[in-house]
T-cell receptor, first 116, second 115 residues
Framework: DTGVSQNPRHKITKRGQNVTFRCDPI?????LYWYRQTLGQGPEFLTY????????KSRLLSDRFSAERPKGSFSTLEIQRTEQGDSAMYLC??????????????FGQGTRLTVV | AQKITQTQPGMFVQEKEAVTLDCTYD???????LFWYKQPSSGEMIFLIY??????QNATEGRYSLNFQKARKSANLVISASQLGDSAMYFC????????????FGTGTSLTVIP
């Protein structure tokens, strides 16, 4: 296993189209996170899964955003009716843990979305 | 609420010199973890070092060390013997016991190592 994998690396889409990103976490990791990062900012939390259960969602995650993690393995993030403000880097991370604060998250290389 | 502040948008350091990147935080959690990540231009966030709020000693990982001052709520990253490959964005992050499982990130510091 070479780490967290995200596909595609880059996506250009027209405003109003739907897009879907995929994240394959490190295989034994039960936790999976999605973050969004805009230029000049740090990553902002979107949502979190423990196994297949989506346990937390940020207020940033509007109704146009949906995430799934079927069977607790890979995850998908879908954005419907994309807007120019959705242009950002979407980062996926995974970690192994049962509740402690001391477990680092391992990040993928991200999917850069450009909405034109 | 958790908050991470990184006040240095950009830093320059001469190759082989040491550099300190500042990070202050605010939290009401009694137990928390502090993390530093490096983000090169490729985009991937690379974990560097971790410090727990109850750790008695400052964390060290190779050329990275964390200057943790709990009373001042600061967790500065020290990079010794800078290398050209250290040029990147550096993010300080925190995770709290009572605030869920998310990591809170600062706005980052862009480090440039000058040959």
């Amino acid at each position: 296993d070479t780490g967290v994998s995200q596909n595609p690396r880059h996506k250009i889409t027209k405003r109003g189209q739907n897009v879907t990103f995929r994240c394959d976490p490190i295989s034994e990791h039960n936790r999976l996170y999605w973050y969004r990062q805009t230029l000049g900012q740090g990553p902002e939390f979107l949502t979190y899964f423990q196994n297949e259960a989506q346990l937390e969602k940020s207020r940033l995650l509007s109704d146009r955003f949906s995430a799934e993690r079927p069977k607790g393995s890979f995850s998908t993030l879908e954005i419907q009716r994309t807007e120019q403000g959705d242009s950002a880097m979407y980062l996926c991370a995974s970690s192994l843990g049962t509740g402690g604060v001391n477990t680092e998250a391992f990040f993928g290389q991200g999917t850069r979305l450009t909405v034109v | 609420a958790q908050k991470i502040t990184q006040t240095q948008p950009g830093m320059f350091v001469q190759e082989k010199e040491a550099v300190t990147l500042d990070c202050t935080y605010d939290t009401s959690d009694p137990s928390y973890g502090l993390f530093w990540y490096k983000q090169p231009s490729s985009g991937e966030m690379i974990f560097l070092i971790y410090q727990g709020s109850y750790d008695q000693q400052n964390a060290t990982e190779g050329r990275y060390s964390l200057n943790f001052q709990k009373a001042r709520k600061s967790a500065n990253l020290v990079i010794s013997a800078s290398q050209l490959g250290d040029s990147a964005m550096y993010f300080c992050a925190m995770r709290g016991q009572n605030t869920g499982n998310q990591f809170y990130f600062g706005t980052g510091t862009s480090l440039t190592v000058i040959p």
